[in-house]
């Protein structure tokens, strides 16, 4: 039998003359592997990927080419006065070069496990033992057709031998590119390897018909994804997610099945074929939603991310489906019996609404409280809000309200900035607190800021009216007054487009052109979107020709619209209309409202906002 044989300076000497070198990928022949007892009883690893619990791992510490160095927790002295030997020449060095960086001993019991996620260039943390990593799989290529050592893909020599670095071996021996999904650990780099000399290892299934893996390119998904511009991805995806177990990627691929299938019509010139392709993706789509959605023996509970995502398809009838609240509501109480937020806080709304349940208000508010408990930030608000206004038959409660918006705007983002708009209209001094709110102006102007800055029209429509009268102690600016208004108004607020129509009725000076047609438009804006005041304004402008042609009908028109919501002036306007003696007397008095205001005794107010 041939024996492998160690230098002084642990390089492993070449073997004898005619031993010619395995193929690249194979192991050596059985006379060519160390001696077991230089192995420790572990068994000898096959060239290949990694097995699990390696992936993403640096390698273990306290490696040699010449053995591993292994934790043993036994309590016989001799193995420790054994290991403490092999390692006593590691540590002198490492502890000469590295000081500071960990404190070590003579023994490799004590060192922790790596965490790779704590820091970029990766940490040490307490934690439970981990496997040590096998000795690399032994590889020909160096001079004189020397064995060396495979180092896996992304190793650092920097954390091998407690920190020694190990010199680079010569081209040719070094390993393949990773399989799909290993991750290089923080603060390694791939090494320059020649692919000529090495074999890639075998990822083919073992399974007999591969089908939980491998596309046969005939089934109608590949078929309907052929034709989009990122079809191969999408396969590639596909065979991930059949691959993996985690539902997180499973579900993550089917939204983004369904985000293709958005696109999908776009993708074929015929109508029908693509309205066939979008259908086939929505169809695989609700397949692996409903899978992860339902609970079988194998993978225990369902997955409740899946139910909520079902839960929001059923209510709002997307990827094919038709609208189904019972559906929905039993899907959301499943998903928050596993304390999922969303899905409790959607549990509550159903409760308070009515859909697809009974309307219950003690059982929404119960579920109201749980989702809030669970950190949800729209049910923290809601909570808030029924608490400190006493609605749901709740008694008021100030106190436990206005500590649950604090809670919300403490965590608001751009989807929830509800809560601060709220707290800054408390601390603005509205509404009734019982005195737990204190009033303090600059700290409501800062909570309006906060809340304009998520992008909530609302503050952007309070800041523009603080700054065009000078409320919370803010200077009256018509710049920025004009620039919140634009803000809110370009997401659609009907108060702030009837703010911008009075801007541009008086024109500001340096900062805004007048223009009467912008300012009839604007106000038709906001009139369209069933704004009292904003239909008062139109009716108003048509009756005096602001902007538009006068027309007394047209005017009458709006009126009527703005008095069948309680508008006053509206209603005050019908009347005098009546008592006039015609259309052709109102008719002269078009075009002349300027001079009839100036004339008028007024306070400087504009009369027709």
Request: charged letters at 20%.
């Amino acid at each position: 039998m041939l024996e492998m044989h160690q230098g002084a300076n642990g390089q492993w000497l070449p073997p004898p003359p005619g031993m010619l070198p395995p193929p690249p990928g194979m192991l050596p022949p059985p006379g060519m592997l160390p001696p077991p007892g230089m192995l420790q009883g572990r068994p000898n690893m096959m060239p290949g990927p990694p097995p699990p619990w390696m992936m993403n791992r640096p390698p273990s510490f306290g490696y040699q080419p010449g053995g591993m160095i292994q934790r043993n927790d036994s309590t016989d002295g001799s193995s420790e006065d054994k290991r403490n030997a092999e390692t006593a020449s590691i540590h002198s060095s490492n502890d000469q070069t590295e000081e500071g960086a960990m404190k070590r001993n003579s023994s490799f019991s004590n060192i922790p496990n790596y965490d790779s996620s704590a820091s970029e260039s990766g940490s040490f943390v307490e934690g439970g033992p981990i496997p040590l990593r096998p000795p690399p799989p032994m590889m020909y290529g160096g001079p004189n057709n020397m064995p060396m050592m495979m180092m896996p893909y992304g190793y650092n020599p920097q954390f091998a031998n407690g920190g020694m670095m190990r010199p680079p071996g010569p081209p040719g021996s070094m390993p393949p590119p990773p399989p799909m999904g290993l991750v290089m650990p923080p603060g390694s780099r791939p090494m320059s390897m020649d692919q000529s000399s090495i074999m890639m290892p075998n990822m083919e299934r073992t399974d007999s018909d591969n089908s939980s893996i491998r596309s046969n390119g005939t089934n109608a998904a590949s078929r309907a994804t052929a034709g989009l511009p990122f079809g191969d991805s999408l396969e590639t995806y596909r065979q991930n997610a059949k691959k993996s177990n985690d539902p997180a990627v499973q579900l993550d691929f089917a939204k983004f099945l369904v985000a293709t299938a958005d696109t999908a019509l776009d993708s074929d010139p015929d109508p029908k074929k693509a309205k066939k392709n979008q259908d086939i993706l929505y169809t695989e789509a609700l397949k692996w939603v409903k899978k992860l959605a339902t609970s079988t023996a194998s993978r225990g509970s369902a997955y409740p991310e899946a139910m909520f995502y079902l839960a929001e398809c059923y209510g709002n009838g997307s990827i094919g489906l038709s609208v189904d609240h019972d559906r929905a509501f039993t899907l959301y109480v499943q998903a928050s019996k596993q304390n999922h937020p969303s899905a409790t806080y959607r549990a509550a709304v159903c409760y308070e609404v009515g859909a697809g349940t009974k309307r219950d208000y003690a059982r929404s508010v119960q579920f109201y409280r749980k989702s809030a408990a669970l950190g949800d930030t729209a049910a923290m608000y809601k909570l808030g809000m029924i608490l400190l206004n006493g609605l749901l038959n709740q008694p008021r409660n100030p106190r436990e309200g206005v500590t649950w918006l604090k809670r919300a705007g403490s965590q608001a983002d751009e989807t929830t900035p509800h809560a601060l708009h709220e707290l800054a209209a408390l601390y603005e001094g509205k509404g009734e607190t019982n005195g737990v709110v204190i009033p303090d102006p600059a700290y409501a102007h800062d909570l309006y800021r906060r809340g304009a800055q998520l992008g909530y029209s609302p503050s952007q429509y309070k800041l523009g009216v603080c700054y065009e009268y000078g409320l919370l102690d803010l200077p009256i600016d018509p710049r920025r007054s004009i620039a919140w208004y634009t803000r809110a108004a370009e997401q659609g607020d009907p108060e702030a487009e009837l703010a911008l129509s009075g801007w541009y009725l008086t024109g500001a000076d340096g900062v805004l052109k007048q223009s009467d047609t912008e300012a009839y438009l604007w106000a038709r804006k906001a009139a369209d979107k069933g704004l009292a005041k904003a239909e008062y304004a139109v009716g108003y402008y048509s009756e005096h020709g602001v902007g538009v042609k006068g027309d007394v009908e047209e005017a009458r028109k709006w009126y009527m619209r703005a008095a069948s919501q309680n508008n006053k002036r509206a209603v005050q306007r019908l009347k005098e209309l009546k008592g006039l003696a015609g259309a052709a007397q109102e008719k002269s008095r078009a075009g002349n409202w300027r001079k009839e205001k100036a004339n008028a005794n007024s306070d400087g107010d504009c009369s027709i906002m």
